[in-house]
């Protein structure tokens, strides 16, 4: 059984930064995607950023610049530094963790945080 739990989230004034976490448990496959996804209300899913197990990276035009994602494989972890937040960034932040193996595609996600930009 995978688990994944996210924090961090809350409520920060724009240009304000704040740092996600999502710890991870259960049999995950080594050669995986972890990644951030963030839902607004009235509004679809969209992806803000993944990292591979290898390291390469891929980011939402929106948060280029602005958002880091990172891991650390030891952990299972993953985590989104975003710096310089704005008003649209506010979002239920989901992370999840997606791989391939024998043809079978997995994909897990967290139970979501809230992230809110207001003054």
């Known amino acids: 059984q995978v688990q994944l739990v996210e924090s961090g989230g809350g409520l920060v004034q724009p240009g304000g930064s704040l740092r996600l976490s999502c710890a991870t448990s259960?049999?995950?496959?080594?050669?995986?995607?972890m990644g951030w996804h963030r839902q607004a209300p009235g509004k679809q899913r969209e992806l803000v950023a993944q990292?591979?197990?290898?390291?390469?990276?891929n980011y939402a035009d929106s948060v280029k610049d602005r958002f880091t994602v990172s891991r650390d494989n030891a952990k299972n972890t993953v985590y989104l530094q975003m710096n310089s937040l704005k008003p649209e960034d506010t979002a239920v932040y989901y992370c999840?963790?997606?791989?391939?193996?024998?043809?079978?595609?997995?994909?897990?996600w967290g139970q979501g945080t809230q992230v809110t930009v207001s003054s």
């Open positions: 999840n963790v997606a791989w391939r193996k024998a043809a079978i595609r997995y994909n897990y």
């Open positions: 259960g049999s995950i496959f080594s050669i995986n995607v």
């Open positions: 990292i591979t197990s290898g390291g390469s990276t």
